[in-house]
């Protein structure tokens, strides 16, 4: 795992290979199918909880009045869906730990 910066798709299944010791292909396969069935939930509008970790929750906005920073021109801006993170009790815990 790296020291510091980005944590990728690459460190996790070689974090898998090392640690449950399958092949390193089929370590990159299981992180891309649990990555896909993560995304295929969200993309259905599903929440996804990972116990000790977090919740991604998908927010539906609504529609409001933006303002341009350099103009104060008033812009709408569109509703859409958001994704959020919160991160579970237990992670706020071991990162508070590390600081």
């Avoid at 891309?32 to 929750?57: M, P, Q, T, W, Y």
């Amino acid at each position: 795992m790296p020291d510091a910066g980005t944590l990728t798709r690459a460190d996790l299944a070689e974090a898998l290979h090392r640690h449950v010791g399958l092949s390193r292909a089929d370590s990159s396969h299981m992180v891309e199918g649990i990555l896909r069935h993560l995304c295929e939930a969200l993309s259905k509008g599903d929440n996804v909880k990972v116990s000790g970790f977090g919740s991604f929750v998908l927010r539906d906005k609504g529609e409001r009045v933006g303002r341009n920073p350099k103009t104060g021109v008033e812009v709408p801006i569109a509703p859409r869906r958001v994704l959020t993170f919160r991160a579970s009790q237990m992670m706020r815990d071991r990162i508070a730990k590390k600081a």
